[in-house]
């Protein structure tokens, strides 16, 4: 499967380590007003994790993909939410680690859509994830650089 570099939110980019919520990565602009992205075929949010989640402590991750108006998109809340992940503990999120998120059709998003990772009990150590929307997440399978 080949990936959009526009519908790329992360690339082993480094999870916030302090607890709290956090924009992760890249934000996709949906345009003025939000295009259509999900209209006519499902869309997912696959994320990756690349480097294994570390903790001191029994620390969870939440993942949430929100859309605001700014790019700088909200992380106290008020970003309108579309999906949201349960929270996952530290001991799941190892190397290739695979969650798929469906997404809604994204008629009501606001123009920025971006991912929010809320780190919960414990502040993490280590860890890092891949993450892009594709329509086709079940033939997606990682290869080493210039690999088959």
Request: aromatic residues 4%; proline residues 3%; without cysteine.
């Amino acid at each position: 499967m080949i990936i959009d570099e526009r519908l790329e939110i992360s690339d082993a980019g480094t999870l916030a380590t302090a607890t709290g919520r956090a924009l992760h990565g890249d934000v996709i602009d949906l345009g003025d007003p939000a295009g259509d992205l999900g209209t006519g075929e499902p869309l997912y949010l696959v994320i990756v994790v690349s480097t294994a989640v570390t903790s001191a402590g029994a620390a969870t991750v939440t993942f949430e993909v929100v859309s605001d108006a700014a790019a700088a998109i909200a992380t106290d809340g008020s970003a309108t939410s579309h999906a949201v992940t349960a929270a996952i503990g530290k001991a799941t999120l190892v190397a290739g680690y695979t969650r798929v998120i469906p997404l809604p059709p994204m008629q009501n998003a606001e123009r920025y859509l971006g991912l929010i990772s809320n780190v919960g009990t414990a502040a993490l150590t280590a860890g890092a994830i891949d993450a892009f929307i594709t329509s086709d997440y079940s033939a997606w399978k990682a290869h080493a650089n210039n690999a088959e």
